[in-house]
């Protein structure tokens, strides 16, 4: 179902600065007047986890976001001692449990848009609380991806 949300121009293009530029390390997204999906803030190459989680979040308790990011973590490969720097995109939907049920739907409609438009991200993850937004549950499921 989609929600005939779109999705703005400059969304795309930070996207292809993250994947392929390096040039910042997260995106957070918002519904802008229930119309688009437009940019909020942009966190750069040095920023960490927390930051992401922080702008994430920094709507309030009621807000819904998407956010972006380039999480990289060591990855060490059955039978070998040395350890690999591994980077993957994931897309997360956060619309913690004290949002409005409209804005959830509004987010969670609107969501496949935005996943068909950002091509090559690894990981979809929709995120209620801290628990499913902590770096470590988000490794946990981007390793579960990885070729043992």
């Given at each position: ?13 930070i996207f292809e600065d993250i994947k392929k ?128």
């Open positions: 179902m989609s929600s005939g949300v779109a999705i703005a121009d400059d969304c795309k293009s530029n390096k040039t910042y390390r997260y995106c957070v997204f918002y519904i802008k007047e229930e119309k688009s999906i437009t940019v909020e803030t942009k966190g750069d190459s040095n920023s960490s986890y927390d930051d992401f989680l922080k702008d994430l979040q920094s709507g309030g308790d009621g807000e819904c976001r998407y956010g972006l990011y380039d999480f990289e973590y060591e990855h060490q490969c059955q039978g070998t001692a040395e350890s690999t720097k591994k980077q993957k995109l994931f897309l997360m939907s956060w619309c913690p449990d004290s949002a409005k049920i409209k804005k959830k739907m509004l987010y969670a409609s609107s969501f496949e848009t935005l996943k068909k438009s950002l091509v090559g991200v690894h990981k979809y993850i929709q995120a209620t609380d801290a628990s499913e937004a902590s770096a470590s549950e988000v490794e946990k499921q981007l390793r579960s991806t990885d070729r043992v």
